[in-house]
């Protein structure tokens, strides 16, 4: 079996890859389909400005004229010296139309092929050749726009097309009309809204499922490593208990021993006492379960934490005495009265004094003080130990986490202590927060309610 932490860092690089050439793919086709929907509208712009064409040309165009010169009366009737007739196409197209009829031709062209309706129209004269023969109507911002689509191309589009019945047919003077429009990139993103938000939320979701991935197996890898933490402290906290009482027991068949009562009493304790310490190890293992599983009953009572946290600090003198170790109790609440559980209260106080010799220095110093705050009562514990970083204290209260202190942990224990005084204290409906800098001791803070 290949072990994690050479399989994690590959599993990582080919999910990576795998969605960076998701996401090439998503981009591209997008890139490719706002292309296509591009030309479609360019389609729907040419078809539209050749239905207009098309529907100004149907304007009835005025009456023929014609022009009589030399008409006199005679015996046979009039006689007409010159007849001149003007013919039906020289007529021009502009003058069938007003400004305002070309616009709003123009807009309703635009609205019925559902394409943007910002524009700017003219209508010129040109010869066969090109040659300009004057503005016969524009719209108030023709000019403007297309001084601006000049010089700015690449935002701008313009659409003609010559105002002739048959382009197979063009005279020698013709008109044009001329479209100026501002390229609408939001319209083309609307156009592509479906097929734009399909692919976000997919790749959001391939996003999504990555990270969780990633997040799963470090939690995983994280578990493992804890688990082997675990296990390793566990073989050395049973371990030497059982080696003290094998050579206890040793020592008492010794034939030396067996005569000497004083003897067989003293190491007859020490079985006793290594036995209580294998228990209340294995008790602290039993109570972490329940404590996952959310089975410790409490059994709330009215307690006085004056007079636990005095009791406490008594029993841990000759612990204190060993650091060389030094208690202040500040006990200020005027009211020191909650509802708690006895024992459970007192083994939280009890773990983070017990937290504070283990990882002191020497000339220890603890500074236990108590005050009400509103409603609720508050107790802090502050030592000036080897303090904790910033990573400890984000996971000083996980299950089976230990703060290392070198290379090797010199701190015996499970890792249980501070998950166990969080979880008592969440029972008890409190707030627990630590403040800590490394090299100058922690502080524990506790709230607890109040009635």
């Given at each position: 079996?290949i072990?994690?932490?050479?399989v994690?860092p590959?599993?990582?690089?080919?999910?990576?890859?795998?969605?960076?050439?998701?996401?090439y793919?998503?981009?591209?086709w997008?890139?490719?389909?706002?292309i296509v929907?591009?030309?479609?509208?360019?389609?729907?712009?040419?078809?539209f400005?050749?239905?207009?064409?098309e529907q100004?040309?149907?304007?009835?165009?005025p009456?023929m004229?014609?022009?009589?010169?030399?008409?006199?009366?005679?015996?046979?009737?009039l006689?007409?010296?010159?007849?001149?007739?003007k013919?039906?196409?020289?007529?021009?197209i502009?003058?069938?139309?007003?400004?305002d009829e070309?616009q709003k031709l123009?807009?309703?062209?635009?609205?019925?092929?559902h394409?943007?309706?910002?524009?700017?129209?003219a209508?010129?004269?040109?010869g066969?050749?090109?040659n300009?023969?004057?503005?016969k109507?524009?719209?108030p911002?023709?000019?403007?726009?297309?001084?601006?689509?000049?010089?700015?191309?690449?935002?701008?589009?313009?659409?003609?097309?010559?105002?002739?019945?048959?382009?197979?047919?063009?005279?020698?003077?013709?008109?044009s009309?001329?479209?100026?429009?501002?390229?609408?990139?939001?319209?083309?993103?609307?156009?592509?809204?479906?097929?734009?938000?399909g692919?976000?939320?997919?790749?959001?979701?391939?996003?999504?499922?990555?990270i969780?991935?990633?997040?799963?197996?470090l939690?995983?890898?994280?578990?493992?490593?804890?688990?082997s933490d675990?296990?390793?402290?566990?073989?050395?906290?049973?371990?030497?208990p059982?080696a003290?009482?094998?050579?206890a027991?040793d020592?008492?068949?010794?034939e030396?021993?067996?005569?000497?009562?004083?003897?067989?009493?003293?190491?007859?304790?020490?079985?006793?006492?290594e036995n209580?310490?294998?228990?209340?190890?294995?008790?602290?293992?039993?109570?972490?379960?329940?404590?996952?599983k959310?089975?410790?009953a409490?059994?709330?009572?009215?307690?006085?934490?004056?007079?636990v946290?005095?009791h406490?600090v008594?029993n841990l003198?000759?612990?204190?005495?060993?650091r060389?170790?030094?208690?202040?109790?500040?006990?200020?609440?005027i009211?020191p009265?909650?509802?708690a559980?006895?024992?459970?209260f007192?083994?939280?106080?009890?773990?983070?004094?017990?937290?504070?010799?283990?990882?002191?220095?020497?000339?220890l110093?603890?500074?236990?003080?108590?005050y009400n705050s509103k409603?609720?009562?508050v107790?802090?514990?502050?030592?000036?130990?080897?303090?904790?970083?910033?990573?400890?204290?984000s996971?000083?209260?996980?299950?089976?986490?230990?703060a290392?202190?070198?290379?090797?942990?010199?701190?015996k224990?499970?890792?249980?202590?501070?998950?166990?005084?969080?979880?008592?204290?969440d029972a008890?409906?409190?707030?627990?927060?630590?403040?800590?800098?490394p090299?100058?001791?922690s502080?524990?803070?506790?709230?607890?309610p109040?009635?």
């Amino acid at each position: 079996m290949i072990p994690l932490k050479k399989v994690f860092p590959i599993i990582v690089v080919l999910i990576t890859l795998s969605l960076l050439g998701i996401i090439y793919i998503q981009v591209n086709w997008i890139y490719n389909a706002s292309i296509v929907r591009r030309e479609q509208m360019e389609q729907r712009m040419i078809s539209f400005i050749n239905n207009v064409r098309e529907q100004m040309l149907l304007r009835q165009a005025p009456p023929m004229r014609f022009k009589v010169d030399g008409a006199r009366a005679t015996e046979r009737g009039l006689v007409i010296d010159k007849f001149e007739l003007k013919a039906l196409f020289n007529e021009n197209i502009s003058d069938r139309f007003t400004t305002d009829e070309v616009q709003k031709l123009i807009a309703k062209g635009l609205r019925d092929a559902h394409l943007d309706t910002t524009f700017e129209f003219a209508i010129m004269g040109r010869g066969v050749f090109g040659n300009t023969n004057g503005v016969k109507m524009q719209s108030p911002g023709f000019t403007k726009m297309i001084e601006e689509s000049g010089t700015d191309s690449l935002n701008y589009i313009v659409h003609s097309v010559p105002l002739v019945v048959s382009l197979e047919y063009v005279t020698e003077q013709t008109e044009s009309l001329y479209v100026v429009q501002p390229k609408n990139n939001l319209l083309l993103l609307m156009s592509l809204g479906r097929m734009m938000a399909g692919g976000l939320l997919f790749t959001a979701v391939i996003i999504t499922a990555f990270i969780l991935t990633i997040r799963t197996m470090l939690n995983q890898k994280k578990i493992s490593e804890i688990k082997s933490d675990f296990i390793n402290n566990m073989t050395h906290e049973l371990k030497t208990p059982l080696a003290t009482i094998s050579l206890a027991i040793d020592a008492i068949g010794n034939e030396k021993v067996m005569d000497n009562k004083e003897k067989i009493r003293y190491f007859s304790g020490i079985i006793k006492e290594e036995n209580k310490r294998m228990n209340k190890q294995v008790e602290s293992i039993l109570q972490s379960a329940l404590l996952e599983k959310n089975e410790i009953a409490l059994n709330l009572q009215v307690t006085d934490v004056h007079d636990v946290i005095q009791h406490t600090v008594d029993n841990l003198q000759l612990q204190f005495g060993l650091r060389n170790g030094r208690v202040e109790v500040r006990l200020d609440a005027i009211n020191p009265i909650i509802q708690a559980d006895d024992v459970h209260f007192s083994n939280v106080i009890f773990n983070l004094l017990d937290n504070a010799i283990k990882y002191s220095k020497e000339d220890l110093e603890v500074v236990i003080s108590t005050y009400n705050s509103k409603k609720s009562l508050v107790i802090t514990i502050a030592d000036n130990g080897i303090g904790m970083s910033r990573d400890t204290i984000s996971r000083i209260f996980e299950k089976f986490y230990r703060a290392h202190t070198g290379n090797v942990h010199n701190v015996k224990g499970f890792g249980l202590g501070l998950s166990y005084v969080k979880a008592i204290v969440d029972a008890h409906k409190g707030k627990i927060k630590v403040e800590s800098t490394p090299g100058k001791g922690s502080k524990f803070t506790m709230e607890f309610p109040q009635e």
